[in-house]
DNA sequence: GCAAAAGTGTTCGGACTACACCCATGG
DNA sequence: CCATGGGTGTAGTCCGAACACTTTTGC
C-alpha cells in the first residue's frame, strides 16, 4: 500500500481589520460534512507548488499570490483512509480579490476569522495553528504584511493588517516612523476622504517583495599592529 | 504510477573549526558512485522524523540529537527512477560523536567540509544550500549553536562553531558579552590548558534549547483621559 | 623574555519604546 | 462647534559594533 501525496493550502486575508482563513466543506467521508482547508492529491507531471497553486486557483480563482512552503506532515493515522503525507502550503491574498467560489469537490467553501474557528478535519487545526505563527514571524522580518493590501492604501489600514496578524494593538507614531526608515512605502498626491474626519493620504508598497535588511555596519577587526 | 515518499536528511558537525556535512557514496544507479545525501523510503508505521532518525542512526549510529524538518522537494523528474518526494530534513552533531559508520545500502561514507563539496546526485546541492542557509538563520535567534560541541568547552570553541557557520570571523569581547547577556553558560571551575598560552577556561551550556529571547517590554498606549 | 591565546571596558549609533496634542473634515 | 480619525516629535533604553591592551602560561 503506498504512501499518497497531497498539498493542503492554508489562505489567509484581512476581513474587517481581522485575519480570516478560507475553508471549505467537506461532501465527502471521511469528515464529511467538517470544515477543512483546501487540497488535493498532487498530480502526475506538476510540482509541489504548481498543485497548490492550482488548488488555490481551484477555490478562489485568484493567480499571482504570494505563495509559501510551510510544513509536510505525515504522521500514520493523520488521515483514516490511509497513509497519506500532505505537504501544505499558505498563500495571503488582498483583501480586494478575496472572494472565494465553491470548489469542485467541496459543498460549501467560506472565509472564517482566525479567533473562532470551526471544528477541522484531520490534523488541520495543528496546520492553521503553525501557519499562523508562520505569519507572524514573517511580519517582523519581511514585507508579507503587504500582500494583503490593494495597491493603494492608508497608513492606517497598513497598521489594521499588522495588528490583525499580531493580534494586538500598535502604537500609531512608532509604526508609523518604522515605516518611513523602512523606505518601502511611497507616499502618494491622493487622499482618501470617508467618514467625518481629516482625510488619509494613500501610499504605495514599492520595492519587490524582500527581508528587511537591518543596515548592519561593515565589521572590522583589531589591528593591532606587530610591535 | 504512484508518488513515492521519501526523506533525506542533511548531517552536521564541525570539524576543525569548519562546518562538515555527511556524505555517502551511491552504491547504486542512478547516480551509481556519486556522493549524496543520506536518505531512504518512509516505511509503513513511522511518522517522518522517526525514518529520518532510522537513516540517522543507519548512518552514524548516533541518536539523541537536534533535529529538524527543512523542506520538502517534489519536481517531477528530480528523480530519474520516476516520482519521488522527499522530505529533507537535517540533524547537528556534536564533534565528539561525529563518527559516521557505513551504511547499509550506502558503499562509503564521510565527512566533507561545506567550502569544498564534490558534485552531488539528485538535486542535493540545492537541498545543502537551503540547509545552510537555514542554519545560518537559526543560529542567530536560537541556541542550536551549542548542538556542535560537548558538555564542557571553551568560549573560544564556541566562537570557533559560529565563526564556522556564519563564514566570518567574529569579534571576541562583543561575542563574549553577548553570551554573557544571555545567561545560558555556567561558568565552571575547571580550565583547560593546551599549548603555550594562558588556559582556558571551561563552560557549560545550561537552559533548555530554546528561542533567544529579546526582553520585550510591555506595551501601554496613550492614555488621554476623555476630556 | 618571548610567543601565543585568554580575557576584559568604553564609546557610538541605530532602533525600539513610551507618551499627548494639534489638524482637517463633514455634519 | 463638535466628533472623528489623521498626523506628528522627543526622550530614554537597549543592543550591536568598533576598537587595544593586559594576563597567564610553557618553553
Known sequence: MP???????????IRSSRLHVLLVR????????????????????????QAALRELREETGV???????????????????????????FALISSDRAVPVAGTDAAEAGWFPMQSLPPLAFDHRRILDYSLERLRNKLEYTTVGFQFLPRKFTLTELQRVYEAILGRPLEKRNFRRKMALLRILRPLREWRREGV??????????????????RRRRQRFDATPPR
Do not use: C, M, N
Not at 69 to 87: A, E, K, N, W
Open 3 to 13: 504512501i499518497r501525496v497531497t498539498v493542503d493550502i492554508v489562505i489567509f486575508t
Open 26 to 49: 467537506r461532501g465527502l467521508a471521511p469528515f464529511k460534512g467538517q470544515w477543512a482547508i483546501p487540497g488535493g492529491f498532487v498530480r502526475e507531471g506538476e510540482t509541489l507548488e
Open 63 to 89: 493567480d499571482e499570490v504570494y505563495l509559501e512552503q510551510l510544513y509536510s506532515f505525515g504522521d500514520p493515522g493523520r488521515d483514516p483512509r490511509g497513509r497519506v503525507v500532505t505537504i501544505a502550503y
Open 197 to 214: 474626519h481629516r482625510p488619509a493620504r494613500l501610499h504605495q508598497f514599492v520595492a519587490e517583495l524582500r527581508p528587511i535588511l537591518p
